[in-house]
């Protein structure tokens, strides 16, 4: 778990023309369908033809059914939403069984009904291979997909606008509550949104401002002093303009002691002008304010927690991290006919962030202490302003049918980082129980470190191109232009530094059914070797590293739409790793590769009345095929060992049982493979599996009542790890066991 602050190696909407692209149908007519789904899906109603004990989001899935029309994009809380129209895997608007790449969309409403309040828990829990780790350093976490981990490698997305990443932190968006669907895009993403994601893409959609009045609160409490209340509210202002507001606020004692305590607020307002029926501007402000746990993990004493010191915090008494993300964004759509379609969106990010802590944490055996280091007073200033444009056209290209979107995205980013990596510490030591945690040095506060500027211009275009009705032909191409300068506010020195990145993927995707699809492609990506916008002196001669894939797939419905399922397999290679070797004054050399090698199936499906389940499962092998670091002045090669933090299992099962009427539980398994803290395998983090509960009660046709279990059988599991010479000194761990209940009432 290296500490990611460590350097290795004007606040307005710009006044760009806004082109619009719009809904292909009317938007109220798809709201009204929308709302209906949201009012079904909480407050219990009922659909013909489905026997009384059905799931309550079964009801939901079979009303999308017969009340889907060709302009609803509302993700259904059942299955694997293969029909439903995406754009994060494509700016085309294909559903997952159109789209030649691994896509999960994964409903809110699933999410909040299996009490996952948090975006990682969402994803980890109910996405395909993806795992969540890291630590407060990271933003509380960062994900792993096909061998490749972190803010650097799986970009994270809200409402499709990136946040460029800096000192590899990303804190916005982290709360459920607002999202509509989750959309998880598994594999080299280049081409779609840039360097940084050649693991793949999550990307958290919002919920939109309705036509149609709905009104959803919810009250929660728990153990360790929880609590939660959250409102969502929707509906018309006047005969055009509609709004849509959520609240959502989360707070808690802790289980770690002292200093356990979190809160959280996360605020989204919307406005949409419906101005004619192919027409649409909404307004969006997003707003979130964390205070998390501020705990960095627990010591190992001979490799191993003691129960005794499970539930300790070793950071010092005045620890403090905060973290506050504004995100501004107008977004218009227009159709000016029924084979053009036009959107664009202009965005202003921000982002401030503290962190005050002691991080590091040893035991020592040989005077029975825990020794503490690292005391870091780090703050966080950033900004990003830009716009997007993509359009959409339909046409007809040598006598076949053809789609085809072209686009541009330009941003400017300022960030400035303020530290206190000068500060001479002392490192401290305390007794593994009854210590006095201490207080931060008086003499070890932060001052200007460095600032950087990044302006980046990119132009991406996509076709799909129908060979025959049944054979089309996809390819995607991106280029990005960014410029990076960079001043050190103690030294004045400046560097300026451009890149230029390619992406592009060809596939085919072949339907023999229309309900079914098998697809094969080739992608291309590129991943900088550290935050691209924070990036040192030392690493600026560089270039960026370049990964490719192959995939192979094919993914359908059967038995009438109870069973969705996809399948997929593929390899990829990832290049110009830095080598660090001895005997050189540079820092290394860009010469090292990685890969990954596996297969990922998903099933949703719906046995019998009243019965569900949801499962998938990833198998991988991942290594460095070659990389040498310098240790101890000697050149050690980790060739064929596994890339850190990234496990090569991955398994997620959920079972819903209505087993009589107005009562539903649910079990969830989560599993993670064995992964390691160190480039040699030798810190090693064991495999573990959760299991969860739940357990809900529909009060009334407007209410329901949910009691939840987390880690039923408390096991004691790590999320994070630091090792030290290739052992293992301390492991975050993940919440034990503890309920919760909750009351959600709508109107």
Do not use: C
């Not at 760009?16 to 709302?35: G, H, Y």
């Not at 506050?324 to 982002?351: K, M």
């Not at 280091?373 to 966080?380: G, K, W």
């Not at 199936?601 to 569900?612: E, I």
């Amino acid at each position: 778990m290296p500490s990611p602050h460590r350097p290795r190696g004007h606040s307005l909407l710009p006044a760009l023309a806004l082109l619009p692209l719009a809904l292909s149908d009317s938007v109220r007519a798809q709201d009204a369908v929308t709302t209906r789904l949201d009012e079904i899906a909480v407050r219990g109603g009922s659909s013909p033809g489905l026997p009384p004990n059905a799931p309550a989001d079964a009801v939901g899935a079979e009303a999308a059914a017969a009340l889907r029309t060709p302009s609803l994009t509302q993700s259904s809380p059942v299955g694997l939403n293969l029909r439903t129209p995406s754009r994060s895997a494509s700016r085309l608007g294909l559903t997952p069984l159109e789209t030649p790449a691994s896509l999960d969309i994964i409903s809110g409403e699933t999410v909040r009904l299996r009490g996952q309040t948090s975006v990682l828990d969402a994803v980890s829990q109910n996405g395909t291979g993806i795992t969540a780790y890291g630590s407060p350093g990271s933003g509380l976490g960062a994900f792993t997909s096909r061998g490749f981990a972190g803010q650097n490698s799986i970009q994270t997305l809200f409402d499709g606008t990136r946040l460029y990443v800096g000192a590899n932190t990303m804190t916005f968006p982290f709360d459920t509550w607002n999202v509509e669907r989750i959309e998880v895009l598994r594999g080299p993403a280049s081409v779609l949104y840039g360097d940084g994601a050649i693991g793949g893409i999550v990307n958290v959609v919002s919920k939109k401002p309705l036509f149609t009045p709905l009104n959803v609160a919810r009250f929660g409490l728990g153990e360790d002093g929880i609590a939660r209340a959250a409102v969502d509210s929707t509906g018309p202002i006047g005969d055009s303009l509609a709004y849509r507001l959520n609240v959502s606020g989360n707070r808690a004692g802790g289980w770690i002691t002292p200093e356990g305590d979190f809160r959280n607020l996360a605020v989204s307002g919307a406005l949409t002008l419906q101005a004619n029926p192919d027409l649409a501007f909404t307004l969006s402000h997003d707003f979130g304010y964390q205070e998390p746990t501020r705990y960095w993990g627990t010591p190992l004493v001979n490799g191993r927690i003691l129960e005794a010191t499970r539930f300790n915090n070793y950071n010092v008494r005045d620890a403090r991290i905060a973290w506050t993300d504004n995100w501004t964004q107008f977004r218009t759509e227009w159709t000016p006919s029924a084979d053009i379609t036009v959107r664009n969106t202009a965005y202003h990010l921000q982002s401030q962030r503290h962190w005050r802590d002691v991080e590091q944490y040893r035991f020592d055996p040989s005077t029975g202490l825990v020794d503490r280091s690292d005391y870091l007073d780090i703050y966080h200033d950033q900004e990003q302003v830009g716009n997007r444009l993509d359009a959409t056209f339909r046409h007809s290209l040598f006598g076949l049918a053809n789609q085809f979107s072209a686009g541009f995205d330009v941003n400017h980013i300022a960030f400035r980082h303020t530290n206190n990596f000068t500060f001479s510490e002392t490192p401290t030591s305390v007794p593994l129980t009854g210590y006095d945690p201490g207080l931060f040095p008086a003499d070890g506060r932060a001052t200007p470190a460095y600032a950087t500027r990044m302006n980046q211009a990119s132009v991406f275009a996509e076709d799909r191109l129908f060979l025959t009705d049944r054979l089309s032909f996809l390819t995607g191409v991106r280029f990005d232009a960014p410029q990076l300068y960079r001043e050190d506010l103690r030294s004045g020195a400046t560097f300026e530094r451009s890149f230029r990145a390619l992406g592009y993927r060809f596939a085919l995707l072949y339907e023999p059914t229309p309900e079914t699809s098998l697809y094969a492609q080739y992608a291309t990506a590129t991943d900088p070797v550290n935050s691209l916008i924070t990036l040192s002196q030392s690493l600026a001669g560089f270039q960026l590293s370049t990964g490719r894939q192959v995939e192979l797939g094919a993914k359908g419905l059967a038995f009438g739409g109870t069973v969705e399922w996809t399948l997929a397999g593929y390899r990829i290679v990832k290049d110009n790793l830095i080598s660090r070797l001895p005997g050189s004054s540079a820092i290394g050399i860009q010469v090292g590769q990685q890969s990954s090698l596996g297969a990922e199936a998903a099933v949703s499906w719906l046995p019998a009345p009243g019965w569900r389940i949801d499962a998938n499962l990833a198998l991988l092998h991942a290594q460095y095929d070659d990389f040498t670091q310098t240790v101890g002045g000697v050149a050690v090669s980790y060739a064929g060992k596994q890339p850190i933090n990234v496990p090569e299992q991955v398994a997620n099962l959920w079972v819903n049982w209505a087993f009589a009427r107005d009562w539903e539980g649910r079990i969830g398994l989560q599993h993670v493979g064995e992964v390691f803290s160190d480039f040699g395998n030798t810190a090693r983090r064991p495999a573990y599996t959760l299991v969860n509960l739940g357990l809900d009660h529909q009060v009334t046709a407007a209410s329901r009542l949910s009691f939840r279990v987390f880690n039923l059988f408390d096991k004691v599991y790590a999320i994070d790890g630091n090792a030290v010479d290739g052992v293992g000194t301390a492991w975050l761990l993940g919440r034990p066991r503890s309920f919760e209940v909750a009351y959600t009432i709508a109107w």
